[in-house]
């Protein structure tokens, strides 16, 4: 089944403990993003990559690290957490951008720093 | 600052009529245009996608685009309580990424 798989799920931690997030997506997408959501704001992008070895900024990356060692998985990566990064994280993934940028997102992250 | 703007809502539509939700996008160079539905705790998954002016149909659903006007819509025909989502506009140019509106919140009431 094609799909995005996240880990893990559910996560409480507290301020300062470094944890990551998994994504990893088996439809052989070269585009892969996180996103968080948080009420009134949406989703905002955090870091996106292109393809292997590349990554980017998006619109809210303090805090955050990511890369993309292969194509297949996109952890994401928070060294020292702080309560503003409570929200519902999603990865996505897609073929490319333009016509080809429909992403697939996986079931999201709700992770809550204490 | 490229930006997405929909209306939060929520838009109350009953059972069997039309929800008409609409989005606006402030970069003229976008070049493809998404429906999201995201029920409440779940991911955004995809409806509609629209590249051309004009209008788009899938079943109940409709995307129109107005690139002159910066505009895209979407129309929900027979609208059903299993309809009631949050729904996310979000558009992107070739290359770039997505960009998505905060959503309209539809609430179709039996």
């Not at chain 1, 403990?17 to 585009?31: A, F």
């Not at chain 1, 900024?57 to 409570?86: A, M």
């Not at chain 2, 929909?6 to 245009?33: H, K, M, W």
Request: hydrophobic letters at 30%; charged letters at 20%.
């Amino acid at each position: 089944e094609a799909q995005v798989t996240q880990n893990p799920r559910y996560l409480i931690t507290v301020t300062g403990k470094k944890l990551t997030v998994t994504c990893s997506q088996n439809m052989n997408h070269e585009y892969m993003s996180w996103y968080r959501q948080d009420p009134g704001l949406g989703l905002r992008q955090i870091y996106y990559s292109m393809n292997v070895e590349v990554t980017d900024k998006g619109d809210v990356p303090e805090g955050y690290k990511v890369s993309r060692k292969e194509k297949r998985n996109f952890p994401l990566i928070l060294e020292s957490p702080s309560p503003n990064q409570t929200s519902l994280y999603f990865c996505a993934s897609s073929f490319g951008g333009g016509s080809n940028n429909e992403q697939f997102f996986g079931p999201g992250t709700r992770l809550t720093v204490l | 600052q490229k930006e997405v703007e929909q209306n939060s809502g929520p838009l109350s539509v009953p059972e069997g009529a039309i929800a008409s939700l609409n989005c606006t996008y402030s970069d003229r160079g976008s070049q493809s245009f998404f429906w999201y539905r995201q029920y409440s705790g779940k991911s955004p998954e995809l409806i509609m996608f629209i590249y051309s002016n004009g209008d788009k149909e899938d079943g109940r659903f409709t995307a129109q685009l107005n690139k002159a006007s910066q505009y895209v819509s979407l129309l929900i025909r027979d609208s059903q309580p299993s309809d009631s989502a949050t729904y996310l506009c979000a558009v992107s140019r070739a290359g770039t990424a997505l960009i998505f509106g905060k959503g309209t919140t539809l609430s179709v009431s039996s």
